[in-house]
């Protein structure tokens, strides 16, 4: 079945970095679309950028210019770099693919 391990989330200052990974399994990865998702508390889950087999990407207004996902077929692996973070950046961050979810990776931009 499909598997969506996030990791990388943590706490960082405002205008910091950070980078999310998203291992996968369970499927042809280099096949299928990935995307990524963020649920701030109170707040609906929300499309942040997504990736498609062919590595064209697109973005949410509200991330356009500081986010960068990529994607590494050899590791079965989508990336999400996040620069000039900002405190409403803050959120859950979802991998998802094929109806499937990951447990997401907390990110908190505080100073």
């Known amino acids: 079945q499909v598997r969506l391990v996030e990791s990388g989330g943590g706490l960082v200052q405002p205008g910091g970095s950070l980078r999310l990974s998203c291992a996968a399994s369970g499927f042809t990865f280099r096949f299928y679309g990935m995307a990524w998702y963020r649920q701030a508390p109170g707040k609906q889950r929300e499309l942040v950028a997504t990736i498609t087999s062919g590595s064209s990407t697109n973005y949410a207004d509200s991330v356009k210019g500081r986010f960068t996902v990529s994607r590494d077929n050899a590791k079965n692996t989508v990336y999400l770099q996040m620069n000039s973070l900002k405190p409403e950046d803050t959120a859950v961050y979802y991998c998802?693919?094929?109806?499937?979810w990951g447990q997401g990776t907390q990110v908190t931009v505080s100073s």
């Open positions: 998802h693919t094929l109806e499937s």
